[in-house]
């Protein structure tokens, strides 16, 4: 299926999910246990550079559980640590690059997130290039299971966040879902249901392919065309939200949902766009 059918079969899903009803009656809460929902600092970068602790507690009184980050604003561990508390915020995660992993730098990594009380090192940049033929995703999934080890012998998790580029056939299959399919199982298969979307993959088949692996999901719109900006739910998001949660929850051993916001409409900020979603999936019984 090309990009194009493939968009409009998801258009279609959303629309029969959302035409007729609210999106609380669409997403009508269940007695299952909630999974706690985090969001990406990323989404909020402009405040968070600023004053990452008045940030934090923003994100709180949002109500969300949890945050991942992508690079602390130049702030030391203990002051990171001590602005989470205060917010009563969780550090799940965090996005960081290969060299952050390696020989001379991992110790640093893991002594900073351990601080701020994160087990959590995701990948979140510099292997679409690699993973994108048959030789380099082998060696670069022998790299990761390398450092996969390490991490393990002090109690710390590495996994690989999904781009849109990251999912280029080789040999049949996608380069992610062939990466994974040579790392160890407790690499975490971070996928991010927007961007999968938006490279022309199937999220839903990609996450049931890989049960267990899926502990952390980035939850994302995708787009229809000409409403940039949509929030998760929103209705210009074409997402089957409903389908994507109930594999997370079912096959892909889902331990937290992150919220990643990468721009707004016109008209709002990305703090009240991460707030929009929160709402949203609060309607949709996720809260």
């Known amino acids: 299926m090309d990009r194009r059918s493939f968009l409009k079969t998801g258009l279609c899903a959303a629309y029969g999910a959302f035409g007729a009803s609210s999106l609380t009656s669409a997403f009508a809460a269940d007695e299952k246990k909630k999974i706690p929902i985090a969001l990406q600092v990323y989404s909020v970068r402009e405040y968070a550079s600023k004053d990452l602790r008045g940030t934090l507690k923003e994100i709180a009184k949002i109500g969300y559980k949890g945050v991942e980050f992508a690079g602390y604003y130049g702030n030391d561990a203990k002051d990171v640590r001590k602005w989470l508390d205060e917010a009563g915020l969780q550090a799940i995660s965090t996005h960081l690059s290969v060299p952050d992993l390696l020989e001379g730098k991992f110790d640093e990594t893991a002594a900073f997130a351990k601080t701020i009380g994160n087990k959590r090192l995701i990948v979140a940049s510099g292997l679409s290039a690699s993973c994108a033929t048959d030789a380099g995703n082998q060696m670069t999934a022998y790299l990761f299971n390398e450092i996969a080890y390490k991490a393990a012998k002090v109690g710390m998790e590495i996994g690989f966040h999904a781009h849109f580029n990251d999912f280029a056939d080789v040999n049949g299959k996608t380069a992610w879902e062939l990466f994974f399919s040579r790392t160890r ?42 409403k940039g900006g949509a929030t998760v739910g929103s209705k210009g998001d074409i997402v089957d939200w409903a389908r994507m949660f109930n594999i997370a929850e079912t096959v892909g051993g889902i331990e937290w949902y992150i919220v990643e916001q990468e721009d707004c409409r016109e008209g709002s900020n990305l703090m009240e766009a991460c707030a929009e979603c929160f709402e949203n999936l609060k309607k949709m019984g996720k809260v």
């Open 185 to 226: 199982e407790d690499i975490i298969a971070q996928m991010d249901v927007g961007n999968c979307m938006h490279g022309g993959a199937d999220p839903y088949d990609l996450v049931e392919k890989l049960p267990g692996r899926g502990k952390l999901m980035h939850v994302k719109a995708e787009n229809e065309k000409g």
